[in-house]
């Protein structure tokens, strides 16, 4: 279970709640967001600017697992720097996800093939030259929820 703190944001970002550990949100609040999203964000290093892409993936057992084709940009970048951030969709309901990704061997990558094809109906498939598995390992997350921001602002450790 990720360790909370409050987010140090400038001044300028509005009054926010003393933080304590009895007044922080509690993680199992935050994580079935990230089970249960259809849609994530990839943010990966490119050659001269940083690059976004939506990618379908699971969150189980504590990191987030997608394929790709190893011939794509992803799966380039990530062989040259495995640092990148997942992002939900909304930007009112906020998880980011700092981690670092490793390229699954094909027995590793296994254990994700029954939850990936449950959740989207599309099977992966860690044999296939056509396809790489990534598991992201998560160092840190920022989670808050707009309406709440002054309370919910929350940076977790891994």
């Known amino acids: 279970?990720?360790?909370?703190?409050?987010?140090?944001?400038?001044?300028?970002?509005?009054s926010f709640e003393p933080f304590t550990l009895a007044n922080a949100p509690s993680?199992?609040?935050?994580e079935p967001m990230l089970e249960q999203a259809r849609n994530y964000w990839l943010a990966i290093s490119g050659a001269i600017t940083p690059?976004?892409?939506?990618?379908w993936g699971i969150w189980i057992d504590g990191v987030f697992v997608f394929s790709t084709?190893?011939?794509?940009?992803?799966?380039?970048?990530?062989?040259k720097n495995p640092g990148c951030v997942v992002h939900l969709e909304s930007g009112d309901d906020v998880m980011i996800v700092h981690g670092i990704a490793e390229r699954l061997t094909e027995d590793d990558a296994q254990s994700y093939v029954e939850p990936y094809q449950r959740k989207y109906g599309v099977v992966i498939d860690p044999m296939s030259p056509e396809q790489v598995v990534f598991r992201i390992t998560p160092l840190f997350a920022l989670t808050w929820l707009e309406r709440e921001f002054g309370i919910t602002a929350t940076r977790w450790e891994f």
């Open 27 to 30: 993680w199992d609040d935050f």
């Open 51 to 55: 690059v976004v892409a939506p990618v």
């Open 69 to 79: 084709d190893p011939a794509s940009h992803k799966a380039r970048a990530l062989a």
């Open 1 to 14: 279970m990720p360790e909370p703190s409050r987010i140090d944001l400038p001044e300028g970002y509005g």
